[in-house]
C-alpha cells in the first residue's frame, strides 16, 4: 500500500516501527497491517511464522529472567535495596519486562495479518515502546553519572538520600512519558483499500521527521556522549591513579571497578540492539526510498525488531552479575567503613584512657607530695 502523505505508523516508532520499521511507504503485511494478504507467498508465510517463533521464545526467556532479576533484588536485604544502583537495576528491569509485554501482540498482528487492538492499542502499545526505550537508557545514564561520582566524589555519593534516588528515578520516567506523549496523541486507526486496519500517525511527514530526529537525539545522541565524557574522565583518573598508586593497592579486578565495566557493558548492549533500528529508520526520511524488495524491507524488518528485543533478554543475565558484584563491593565498602570507624573508636578509648591514668597518676603524685612534705614539716 502506498501512503504519499501520511507516513505509516509503522515506519516511525519502536513496536510497528519495530516490527516494520522502514517500509514506510509500501505495505504492512510485515506485522499484518495493510497489504495483500493474497499475494503472500508460502515463503513469506514460513518467514511471519518463524518470526513469531523467535519472539516467543524471546519473551519466555526475557519475561523469566527479568523477574528473577527482581526476585533477587528483593532477596538482597534492605540495605542492598535502598542502595542507589539496585534501584536503578530495578527501573531496568521494569521497564523490559514493560517492553517484553508487547511481544503477544506483536506475534499475533504478524501471524494474522491484521490488527485487531483498536485505536486504543496503537496508542499504548506504540507509546510502550518509547516509554520503555527512553526510560533504559535514560537510567543506564544516571547509573554511569553515579559510578563516576562514586569514584571521583566518594563522600558526596554516600550522603544522598533514598528519597533523592527515587525523585531521580520519577524524573527518568516522567521524561521518557513526555517525549512519548506526541506518539501517543497523534496516532489513529485507519482501513486501507482492501480493508485491513493500520495504525498511522496525523501528522505531516516533515514534523513526524522531526519528531523522529528528536527520538533519535534523546535516545541514543545525547546519551552516547554523556557517558562517553563520563567514562573517558573515569579512564583518564585511573590512569592517574596509576601513575601514583596508593600504598594499599586493590586487587587486579575489585568490585568496584567489575561494576563500572558492567554498567559500561549493558550501555554497549543497549547501543548494539537499537542503534541498527534507529539507522533502518532515519535512512529512509533523510535519504528518500530505498530501492529494495518488499520481500527484503520484511526481512529487514523481522531482523532489526529481534534485535531489539534480544536486547530485554541478554540484559537479566547483565543485571545478575551486576547485582552479585554490588553486593560485594557494598559488603566491601561497609567492612572498610567498619574497621576505619572501630579503629577511630579504639584510638579514641585509649587516648581517654591514657588520659585518665595520667590524670589520676597526677592527682596520686600531688597527694604524695603533699603527704610527704606535712610528714617533713612535723617537728
Not at 56 to 69: D, E, K, L, R, W
Request: proline share 6%; charged share 15%.
Amino acid at each position: 500500500m502506498h501512503l504519499e502523505k501520511t507516513p505509516n505508523l509503522t515506519a516511525g516508532l519502536p513496536h510497528s516501527l519495530r516490527v516494520r520499521p522502514a517500509a514506510m511507504e509500501r505495505n504492512w503485511s510485515a506485522v499484518g497491517g495493510p497489504g495483500n494478504a493474497s499475494s503472500s507467498g508460502p515463503g513469506e508465510a514460513a518467514a511471519a511464522w518463524a518470526f513469531g517463533a523467535v519472539l516467543s521464545v524471546m519473551y519466555v526467556a526475557g519475561v523469566a529472567g527479568n523477574v528473577y532479576t527482581l526476585g533477587l533484588l528483593w532477596r538482597s536485604g534492605r540495605c542492598a535495596r535502598g542502595a542507589p544502583l539496585s534501584g536503578s537495576i530495578a527501573s531496568l528491569a521494569l521497564a523490559d519486562l514493560l517492553y517484553l509485554c508487547s511481544i503477544p501482540f506483536i506475534v499475533g498482528t504478524s501471524v494474522a495479518q491484521d490488527w485487531y487492538f483498536g485505536e486504543l492499542g496503537c496508542r499504548v502499545l506504540l507509546s510502550l515502546d518509547l516509554l520503555t526505550m527512553h526510560a533504559s537508557i535514560f537510567t543506564l545514564t544516571v547509573m554511569c553519572t553515579e559510578r563516576y561520582l562514586a569514584v571521583t566524589r566518594p563522600l558526596a555519593t554516600r550522603q544522598r538520600s533514598r528519597r533523592f534516588s527515587k525523585a531521580t528515578a520519577g524524573a527518568v520516567w516522567g521524561v521518557s512519558l513526555l517525549l512519548t506523549l506526541p506518539m501517543m496523541l497523534m496516532v489513529t486507526l485507519s482501513r486501507s483499500k482492501d480493508g485491513k486496519h493500520i495504525c498511522a500517525p496525523t501528522w505531516s511527514p516533515d514534523a513526524y521527521r522531526l519528531y523522529l530526529t528528536v527520538l533519535f537525539s534523546t535516545s541514543i545522541l545525547a546519551p552516547g556522549l554523556i557517558i562517553g565524557c563520563l567514562y573517558a574522565r573515569l579512564a583518564t583518573t585511573y590512569l592517574e591513579s596509576q601513575r601514583n598508586p596508593p600504598r594499599k593497592k586493590e586487587p587486579k579486578r575489585s568490585p568496584r571497578q567489575k561494576v563500572l565495566i558492567l554498567v559500561f557493558t549493558i550501555v554497549l548492549v543497549f547501543w548494539a540492539c537499537f542503534l541498527p533500528f534507529w539507522i533502518w529508520q532515519l535512512v529512509p526520511l533523510y535519504h528518500g526510498p530505498l530501492r529494495l524488495a518488499p520481500h527484503t524491507q520484511k526481512c529487514i524488518n523481522y531482523l532489526v525488531t529481534c534485535l531489539t528485543y534480544s536486547n530485554s533478554c541478554i540484559n537479566p543475565f547483565l543485571y545478575t552479575l551486576l547485582t552479585r558484584n554490588y553486593r560485594e563491593y557494598l559488603r566491601n565498602r561497609h567492612s572498610n567503613f567498619y574497621r576505619f570507624t572501630s579503629s577511630f573508636r579504639k584510638r579514641g578509648s585509649s587516648l581517654h584512657c591514657s588520659w585518665r591514668r595520667s590524670t589520676s597518676s597526677g592527682t596520686h603524685g600531688e597527694s604524695g607530695s603533699e603527704l610527704a612534705n606535712s610528714e617533713v614539716s612535723l617537728p
